[in-house]
């Protein structure tokens, strides 16, 4: 019996995010991960959960953000990642944080240890033998991260993965064919095949605070890099940080909105998570908000407390409650308050990145030199 198709129009449909932040150490990888998570958890509701490759370095930051944690240990096989992503997905997390997924890569029953695991079967001490039977000893650690890469993209959860990075040359030719060795830039510590599956994949040079750089002359970095379309808008311009806006906005688009994702040009945060639970469809939480700020900041003038009591019960996550909250936005955020309006004087806090981020960039230890992406 011949199969039977279905084509219908195309429509935009929530989706889980795979982000991936590869970088050297000094980058801010793991800072980074817990700033973009904590942005995604305003959109898909949970915990966030971090499994922890590097002896505990995530919990450098347990003051600064709420998260649950899992040491994850030796051995790091591909089939031990797959365990370890499933028992953390059924918990039904807002977000998973890998740190590092290298481990898979390079680290103690990883792919390479495999590789040699199944040249020592094959071939034992015979050197020329192990020389036949290299490609052919490839199979099972291939086979076995196929698995896991398989087993992860049925999974309906978001993930960021962090990606340890170093520098890389290949042997090429030049422009007049002569033999050169080619410098790739910083390459993540992982399979192609693995990083070619992310959403969006951020480069994070050694001081880079958070700032992903997205043009390269290295050839290497530059195909590693991974910006599409619908996320260019967060991205008007160099020097942008990722950060909790930059997290919301994503998880805005995985979400379903037809919209491409842009960086909230809204300064209040309290706005901020008023326009992301809108933009969610959130009506109970909209609600919430608008009754425990009605005293406060979100009404500085007599315009915007006429203007929340007209919408009343109109927040909804059609086109209609979404433009009027724009209205309110725009009422608080460009008129001049009324000094019997005024609410106690509330001022956003400096984020004080770079003192913090600088200092858990010295305690961790550079990475080693491995072998070649595969």
């Known amino acids: 019996m011949p199969r039977q198709f279905k084509i219908e129009k195309a429509v935009r449909r929530s989706v889980p995010l795979l982000i991936g932040l590869s970088g050297p150490s000094g980058g801010g990888k793991t800072y980074t991960a817990l700033r973009l998570a904590t942005g995604i958890q305003k959109i898909f509701p949970g915990e966030i959960i971090g499994i922890d490759t590097e002896s505990n370095r995530m919990l450098h930051y347990a003051s600064l953000f709420d998260f649950q944690h899992i040491p994850f240990s030796e051995p790091f096989g591909s089939g031990d990642y797959l365990e370890v992503l499933k028992f953390v997905e059924s918990r039904k997390p807002s977000v998973i944080i890998v740190d590092s997924m290298s481990h898979e890569h390079e680290g103690l029953g990883g792919l390479l240890d495999l590789h040699e695991t199944e040249l020592d079967r094959m071939a034992g001490t015979d050197y020329a033998k192990r020389q036949r039977m290299g490609m052919l000893a490839w199979q099972k650690p291939k086979a076995e991260r196929r698995k896991l890469i398989n087993g992860l993209l049925q999974m309906n959860s978001n993930f960021i993965f962090c990606f340890r990075a170093k520098e890389s040359s290949r042997p090429g030719k030049d422009s007049t064919g002569k033999n050169i060795i080619e410098n790739f830039g910083f390459m993540p510590i992982a399979g192609t095949e693995f990083v070619f599956e992310m959403t969006i994949n951020c480069l994070l040079l050694p001081h880079a605070n958070g700032v992903p750089s997205w043009q ?91 203007y929340l009591n007209s919408l009343s019960g109109e927040f909804t996550a059609n086109t209609k409650g979404y433009s009027g909250i724009q209205d309110i936005i725009n009422i608080i955020e460009t008129s001049q308050p009324e000094p019997e309006e005024l609410a106690p004087t509330i001022e956003e806090e400096p984020e004080e990145l770079d003192v913090s981020r600088e200092k858990d960039q010295e305690s961790i230890k550079p990475i080693d030199d491995g072998l070649e992406i595969f």
């Not at 037809?258 to 706005?271: D, H, Q, T």
């Not at 326009?275 to 969610?280: F, H, I, M, N």
Request: proline share 5%.
């Open 216 to 306: 390269s002359d290295h050839k290497g970095e530059s195909m590693m890099m991974k910006l599409p379309e619908q996320f260019k808008e967060l991205f008007p311009k160099p020097g942008i940080q990722l950060d909790e806006d930059i997290g919301q906005q994503l998880a805005i688009w995985a979400k379903g909105d037809n919209k491409p994702a842009k960086k909230s040009a809204v300064k209040c945060p309290e706005l901020r998570k008023l326009e992301g639970y809108l933009a969610a469809g959130k009506v109970q939480d909209i609600e919430i908000e608008l009754k425990g700020n009605k005293e406060n900041l979100l009404v500085k003038t007599k315009g915007a407390i006429k």
